[in-house]
Antibody
Framework: EVQLVESGGGLVQPGGSLRLSCAASGFTFSSYDMHWVRQAPGKGLEYVSAINTNGGSTYYANSVKGRFTISRDNSKNTLYLQMGSLKPEDMAVYYC????????????WGQGTPVTVSS | QSVLTQPPSVSGAPGQRVTISCTGSSSNIGAHYGVHWYQQLPGTAPKLLIYGNSNRPSGVPDRFSGSKSGTSASLAITGLQAEDEAVYYCQSFDSSLSGRVFGGGTKLTVL
C-alpha cells in the first residue's frame, strides 16, 4: 500500500525556519518525481515545489523561490522541504504528493502537516 | 487569483447531473497539457478523480467523467449522491510559469 506521511510542521515565528519531511513507503520512491502542495486555511490548493527522481532538478513556485529548498534522500525514501524566511502567508497545511508520469496528476497524497507562522 | 478559473459553487439534487468547468489559457490547458481533477472531502487530503483529461483511476466510479476542449475542461458527475458533496479542483501545467497550476476550487452541494 502506498503511504506518504508528512511531519515537521508546527508553530514558527515570522522570519523563522522549519524543515518538513515526507516518509514514503509501499512503492519504489526513487522512480517517482515528488511535489509539495500547500493549502492555506479556507483556501484552495497551491503548488509549492517539485523534484525529479534523482534530485538533480528542482522547481519552485515564485511565491517561495529563494526561501524554500526541496530535496530527497532516496536511500531513506524521504522527501524534504526546508523552509526559511517564513511569512504569515506561508501558513498552510503542506502536503507531499507523488506524481504519476510526466506532467501527470498527483496520484497519492500525504495527510498533510500544518505550518503556523505567527508571533 | 487562480490561473485556472472554476465556478465557486455548483449544486444539484440527488440523482441529477452536474458539470464543473475549468477555464485556462494557451499556456496551460490550450497548450495540450493534461487536465487533472481532484475531490477534497472536508478535513481530508485531495484525491485524484480524473487524470489526463478523461481517465479515471482504479476505484473511481464511472459517474465521474472528464473532458477537454480548447482552453477549457469540464468534470461531469452523474447520478449525484450525498457523498459527492466536496470541493473539486482542476489542475494542469503552465508553460509560462513552468509549474503546476490549480483552479480555485468548486464546492459541490447536494441539495
Amino acid at each position: 500500500e502506498v503511504q506518504l506521511v508528512e511531519s515537521g510542521g508546527g508553530l514558527v515565528q515570522p522570519g523563522g525556519s522549519l524543515r518538513l519531511s515526507c516518509a514514503a513507503s509501499g512503492f519504489t520512491f526513487s522512480s517517482y518525481d515528488m511535489h509539495w502542495v500547500r493549502q492555506a486555511p479556507g483556501k484552495g490548493l497551491e503548488y509549492v515545489s517539485a523534484i525529479n527522481t534523482n534530485g538533480g532538478s528542482t522547481y519552485y513556485a515564485n511565491s517561495v523561490k529563494g526561501r524554500f529548498t526541496i530535496s530527497r534522500d532516496n536511500s531513506k525514501n524521504t522527501l524534504y522541504l526546508q523552509m526559511g524566511s517564513l511569512k504569515p502567508e506561508d501558513m498552510a497545511v503542506y502536503y507531499c504528493a507523488r506524481v504519476a508520469g510526466s506532467y501527470g496528476g498527483y496520484d497519492y497524497w500525504g495527510q498533510g502537516t500544518p505550518v503556523t507562522v505567527s508571533s | 487569483q487562480s490561473v485556472l478559473t472554476q465556478p465557486p459553487s455548483v449544486s444539484g439534487a440527488p440523482g441529477q447531473r452536474v458539470t464543473i468547468s475549468c477555464t485556462g489559457s494557451s499556456s496551460n490547458i490550450g497548450a495540450h497539457y493534461g487536465v487533472h481533477w481532484y475531490q477534497q472531502l472536508p478535513g481530508t487530503a485531495p484525491k485524484l478523480l480524473i487524470y489526463g483529461n478523461s481517465n479515471r483511476p482504479s476505484g473511481v466510479p464511472d459517474r465521474f467523467s472528464g473532458s477537454k476542449s480548447g482552453t477549457s475542461a469540464s468534470l461531469a458527475i452523474t447520478g449525484l449522491q450525498a457523498e459527492d458533496e466536496a470541493v473539486y479542483y482542476c489542475q494542469s501545467f503552465d508553460s509560462s510559469l513552468s509549474g503546476r497550476v490549480f483552479g480555485g476550487g468548486t464546492k459541490l452541494t447536494v441539495l
